[in-house]
């Protein structure tokens, strides 16, 4: 947003190159500054974009902290292109609030996607209507896929470090998620990985049956 005229020309060089969909994705600025983001957005509309993405943060501001979505129902209201909106998307609810208080038109998973990869269809389901079938979570079930994928899908030297980046934001399923993290990233291989992986779920699962014994009601 700083760059004013370096993106106005780079978004209408890309607008030359393509009749396909262009979009672009920003965040909300350096810091709030209604009038420049007005500009901002109204150029890039006047360029040609299809679509905006807003991720409902200011520049420098970190994933934890709370997105502004209501900031989003301004910019809905400069723009006649759809509007899609970002950040903080962590379960239905998230997606209801966000979409009532930004008015936007879509939403899109950050975090969210990655940590809990069924929550496409948890939104799906809940907010959209659509058909799908609700299905207990299986955690391990949902690791060990990925893992498969990784190895179909990716280049033998890339599959660890995805692997790394998938478990850093996966981990937060667990009370005691840092120790998958950690197991994870001290390992050489993707093998040492899932070995390492396979041990932490089975802790887990005997620690759900200890407490099913502990806490079963008295009869
Ligand atoms: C693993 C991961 C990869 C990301 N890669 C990109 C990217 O390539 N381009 C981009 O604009 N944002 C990227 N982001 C940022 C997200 O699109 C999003 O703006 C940000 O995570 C805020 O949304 P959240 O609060 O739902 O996480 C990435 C985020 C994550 C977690």
């Given at each position: 947003m700083e760059n004013f005229r370096e993106?106005?020309?780079?978004?209408?060089?890309?607008?030359k190159q393509t009749t396909l969909p262009l979009t672009a994705k920003i965040r909300l600025g350096p810091?709030?500054?209604?009038?420049k983001l007005k500009d901002f957005c109204a150029m890039l509309?006047?360029?040609?974009?299809?679509?905006?993405?807003?991720h409902a943060r200011l520049s420098k501001e970190p994933f934890g902290r709370k997105p502004r979505w209501s900031w989003c129902a301004r910019i809905k209201e400069w723009l006649t292109i759809p509007l899609v909106i970002n950040g903080g998307i962590f379960c239905?609810?998230?997606?209801e609030h966000c979409l009532r208080e930004s008015r936007a038109d879509g939403l899109m998973l950050g975090c969210g996607a990655?940590?809990?990869p069924w929550l496409f269809s948890e939104i799906a389901r809940d907010l959209y209507g659509c058909n799908i079938p609700k299905?207990?979570?299986?955690?391990?079930?949902?690791?060990n896929n990925f893992i498969n994928l990784l190895v179909t899908?990716?280049?033998?030297?890339?599959?660890?470090?995805?692997?790394?980046?998938?478990?850093?934001?996966?981990a937060a399923n667990f009370t005691f998620g840092h120790?998958?993290?950690?197991?994870?990233?001290?390992?050489?291989?993707?093998?040492?990985?899932?070995?390492?992986?396979?041990?932490?779920?089975?802790?887990?699962?005997?620690?759900?049956?200890?407490?099913?014994?502990?806490?079963?009601?008295c009869t």
């Open positions: 993106v106005r020309r780079i978004i209408a060089v890309a607008r810091k709030l500054d209604q009038g509309e006047d360029e040609g974009i299809d679509l905006l993405t807003v239905s609810r998230d997606g990655v940590s809990k299905k207990k979570v299986s955690l391990p079930a949902i690791y899908q990716f280049p033998p030297d890339r599959r660890l470090g995805r692997l790394k980046d998938f478990t850093h934001y996966f120790h998958l993290a950690l197991s994870v990233q001290n390992s050489r291989s993707v093998e040492e990985a899932k070995e390492k992986v396979g041990l932490f779920f089975e802790k887990e699962a005997a620690k759900e049956t200890e407490a099913r014994v502990l806490f079963q009601p």
